[in-house]
């Protein structure tokens, strides 16, 4: 049978391709841009999006297990339950949806409530699925590399209560060994979560530590200026994602992204090899 990807084109759905691919699965890919649709040999691509009811009704034909990847738009949690809806109309009984980690708590944060939206349908439905709760990407930072390098900040204001950085690599690897697991199995799994982190909870100045450390020159973390990262922000953005954006690094500064007990032993054991670290990042970034 067939495993469905979403979101396939992006960070994490390219490394879920890829991944699943690695373990001998068959493999489609829904995209909206085909042109995009760079992957390995053998996989299927599909044309469409989540308001496309027609081309997701001809994509979840003969689908046996799904990603469910809704990017941060305006209307997510409308496209995951359309998504999920026709998925369940298709017969499709094994899921993986991406979530966010603290999903449940970051309560005014447009896209993690919506996500959490999607994790109350998924358990009122009975809806058989690995429900994904990945922390705040290390991939991330590729975007500010020119500033850190060239004025010598670190300038996300991820604060001092922590986040377990995770690699979106990691994310897709154990987001395919969830697929497949779902995919072999005689009978619907029930409903599981896991939490997504990386090995270190770092605060603002460890990361400029780090950055330090690797530049060899100092690197400083200016503070949790949020009203200057969401004026940032709004220069290739939308103001609504700004906004979104900022509230979220808000909650950095009050609540951090702490992993709970027992997460990193558990994602260690599923990869069987450690988890990728930000200062693996910075010194592969660095060059």
Same mark, same amino acid.
């Given at each position: 049978?067939?495993?469905?990807?979403?979101?396939?084109?992006?960070?994490?759905?390219?490394?879920?391709?890829?991944?699943?691919?690695?373990?001998?699965?068959?493999?489609?890919?829904?995209?909206?841009?085909?042109?995009?649709?760079?992957?390995?040999?053998?996989?299927?691509?599909?044309?469409?999006?989540?308001?496309?009811?027609?081309?997701?009704?001809?994509?979840?034909?003969?689908?046996?297990?799904?990603?469910?990847?809704?990017?941060?738009?305006?209307?997510?949690?409308?496209?995951?339950?359309?998504?999920?809806?026709?998925?369940?109309?298709?017969?499709?009984?094994?899921?993986?949806?991406?979530?966010?980690?603290?999903?449940?708590?970051?309560?005014?944060?447009?896209?993690?409530?919506?996500?959490?939206?999607?994790?109350?349908?998924?358990?009122?439905?009975?809806?058989?699925?690995?429900?994904?709760?990945?922390?705040?990407?290390?991939?991330?930072?590729?975007?500010?590399?020119?500033?850190?390098?060239?004025?010598?900040?670190? &300038?996300? !204001? %991820?604060?001092?209560?922590? *986040?377990?950085?995770? /690699? @979106?690599?990691?994310?897709?690897?154990? $987001? #395919? +060994?969830?697929?497949?697991?779902?995919?072999?199995?005689?009978? &619907?799994? !029930? %409903?599981?979560?896991?939490? *997504?982190?990386?090995? /270190? @909870?770092?605060?603002?100045?460890?990361? $400029? #530590? +780090?950055?330090?450390?690797?530049?060899?020159?100092?690197?400083?973390?200016?503070?949790?200026?949020?009203?200057?990262?969401?004026?940032?922000?709004?220069?290739?953005?939308?103001?609504?994602? #700004?906004?979104?954006?900022?509230?979220?690094?808000?909650?950095?500064?009050?609540?951090?992204?702490?992993?709970?007990?027992g997460d990193v032993a558990r994602l260690t054991s599923?990869?069987?090899?450690?988890?990728?670290?930000?200062?693996?990042?910075?010194?592969?970034?660095?060059?």
């Amino acid at each position: 049978m067939t495993i469905l990807v979403t979101g396939a084109t992006g960070n994490v759905g390219r490394n879920v391709v890829t991944q699943l691919v690695n373990r001998g699965a068959d493999v489609r890919a829904l995209v909206r841009d085909p042109v995009k649709a760079d992957f390995p040999t053998g996989v299927e691509i599909v044309q469409g999006d989540f308001l496309d009811v027609d081309a997701l009704r001809q994509a979840y034909s003969g689908v046996s297990t799904l990603f469910l990847l809704n990017a941060v738009v305006a209307d997510e949690y409308t496209q995951a339950l359309i998504a999920l809806n026709l998925a369940r109309e298709a017969g499709i009984e094994r899921i993986v949806y991406l979530s966010v980690i603290h999903s449940d708590t970051y309560v005014n944060v447009p896209h993690f409530a919506g996500k959490f939206g999607v994790e109350r349908m998924i358990e009122a439905m009975e809806i058989h699925a690995t429900i994904l709760r990945p922390a705040y990407y290390i991939d991330n930072d590729v975007t500010i590399k020119d500033v850190v390098v060239g004025h010598g900040v670190y &300038p996300m !204001p %991820i604060g001092t209560k922590g *986040l377990a950085m995770v /690699d @979106t690599r990691d994310v897709g690897e154990i $987001a #395919a +060994i969830e697929l497949i697991r779902r995919e072999r199995s005689a009978t &619907p799994l !029930p %409903i599981t979560r896991i939490n *997504l982190v990386g090995p /270190d @909870t770092l605060t603002g100045p460890d990361v $400029a #530590a +780090i950055w330090s450390e690797v530049l060899g020159r100092p690197i400083t973390y200016p503070g949790d200026d949020t009203d200057a990262f969401e004026q940032n922000l709004r220069q290739f953005m939308p103001s609504w994602m #700004a906004l979104d954006m900022r509230v979220m690094a808000e909650r950095f500064l009050t609540a951090g992204m702490v992993p709970e007990a027992g997460d990193v032993a558990r994602l260690t054991s599923m990869l069987g090899r450690p988890l990728r670290s930000y200062r693996d990042f910075a010194a592969q970034v660095a060059g």
